[in-house]
């Protein structure tokens, strides 16, 4: 999986060319990087803000409540609008990736397309290395320079995770296209409330513009609205893959979700905004 991605890879020490080696990436200077047996690699140095990784826990929730098909729309969406402003050339790179749902269904409408998933949780590329044949799953930190050749990309796509602009810029191919997916003002807003959850910053969509400043021209905007009922297994592991997980009192958040009618009626609401490269 690593062998198709690496030729869109740069050492993140000194920028050369990277190689598999047995059971390492390694580059011409001997810097090498560990390829775990579930198939990631780490290239991760010094030290990272690891605090931010997603846990095992919240890696799983995810797995199930997207398993579910619960989001199968935006899913759609984003592997519709992907495949359409693909320029042709270049692999695709999803920064971010959590497990890997969102890349493995871009990279089914681009056959034969490589794709690069770079996410700060071990936890997460375990799956996400594992979640497309063609993904090449790599722990990183998104805020640093990307362990990627300059101009190599040809869709980014960008989903509920940081933001790193100057990266994107320099990453993606002329003509190629960044896709930003945040969650709506309105999204969950019926169980925000009830289950005090972390509410959705209203100047979202202006912080998605400042973090891709004038480097970008916008390409396109699609609201999506995703009605939902749930049971509370459901909104359990729906809230336990977000980041209220990290706030919330587990015995006090189960109480709530327990007092919640069933089936809960709940508006998933998504913006989902593509770029072109300037």
């Given at each position: 999986?690593?062998a198709?991605?690496?030729?869109y890879?740069r050492?993140?020490?000194?920028?050369?060319d990277l190689?598999?080696?047995?059971?390492?990436?390694?580059?011409?200077?001997?810097h090498?990087?560990d390829i775990a047996r579930?198939?990631?690699?780490?290239?991760?140095?010094?030290?990272?803000?690891?605090?931010?990784?997603?846990t095992p826990e919240?890696?799983a929730a995810?797995?199930?409540?997207l398993?579910?098909g619960h989001?199968?729309?935006?899913t759609?969406?984003?592997a519709?609008?992907?495949?359409?402003?693909?320029?042709?050339?270049g692999c695709?790179?999803d920064?971010g990736?959590?497990?890997?749902?969102?890349?493995?269904?871009?990279?089914d409408r681009?056959?034969?397309?490589?794709?690069?998933?770079?996410?700060?949780?071990?936890?997460?590329?375990r799956?996400?290395?594992?979640?497309?044949?063609?993904?090449?799953?790599?722990?990183?930190d998104?805020w640093?320079?990307?362990?990627v050749?300059?101009?190599?990309v040809s869709?980014?796509i960008d989903v509920?995770?940081?933001?790193?602009g100057?990266?994107?810029?320099?990453?993606?191919r002329?003509?190629g296209?960044?896709?930003v997916?945040t969650?709506a003002a309105?999204?969950?807003?019926e169980v925000?409330?009830?289950?005090?959850?972390?509410?959705?910053?209203?100047r979202?969509a202006?912080?998605?513009s400042?973090?891709?400043g004038?480097r970008?021209?916008p390409?396109?905007t699609?609201a999506?609205e995703?009605?939902?009922?749930l049971t509370?297994?459901?909104?359990r592991?729906?809230?336990?893959?977000g980041?209220?997980a990290r706030?919330a009192?587990?015995g006090?958040?189960?109480a709530?979700i327990?007092?919640l009618?069933?089936?809960?009626?709940?508006?998933a609401?998504?913006e989902?905004?593509?770029?072109g490269v300037l």
């Amino acid at each position: 999986m690593l062998a198709d991605v690496v030729p869109y890879l740069r050492c993140p020490l000194c920028a050369g060319d990277l190689a598999v080696a047995g059971a390492a990436l390694r580059c011409s200077e001997g810097h090498a990087f560990d390829i775990a047996r579930q198939g990631y690699a780490n290239l991760l140095t010094g030290k990272a803000h690891l605090g931010t990784a997603d846990t095992p826990e919240m890696v799983a929730a995810r797995a199930d409540f997207l398993g579910g098909g619960h989001f199968a729309p935006l899913t759609e969406l984003i592997a519709e609008r992907a495949a359409a402003l693909d320029p042709g050339e270049g692999c695709v790179l999803d920064a971010g990736a959590g497990t890997g749902h969102y890349l493995a269904a871009v990279l089914d409408r681009l056959p034969g397309r490589p794709g690069i998933a770079l996410d700060i949780s071990k936890h997460a590329l375990r799956r996400a290395a594992k979640a497309h044949p063609r993904i090449g799953a790599l722990v990183w930190d998104v805020w640093r320079p990307f362990p990627v050749r300059t101009g190599t990309v040809s869709v980014l796509i960008d989903v509920f995770a940081p933001r790193n602009g100057a990266e994107f810029h320099r990453v993606l191919r002329p003509g190629g296209t960044l896709i930003v997916v945040t969650p709506a003002a309105h999204h969950l807003g019926e169980v925000i409330g009830p289950l005090g959850l972390i509410s959705v910053d209203e100047r979202k969509a202006d912080r998605v513009s400042d973090s891709v400043g004038e480097r970008f021209a916008p390409a396109g905007t699609w609201a999506l609205e995703v009605p939902l009922s749930l049971t509370h297994a459901e909104v359990r592991s729906l809230v336990a893959m977000g980041p209220s997980a990290r706030h919330a009192d587990p015995g006090a958040l189960r109480a709530a979700i327990d007092a919640l009618p069933q089936p809960i009626k709940v508006t998933a609401a998504f913006e989902v905004r593509a770029f072109g490269v300037l």
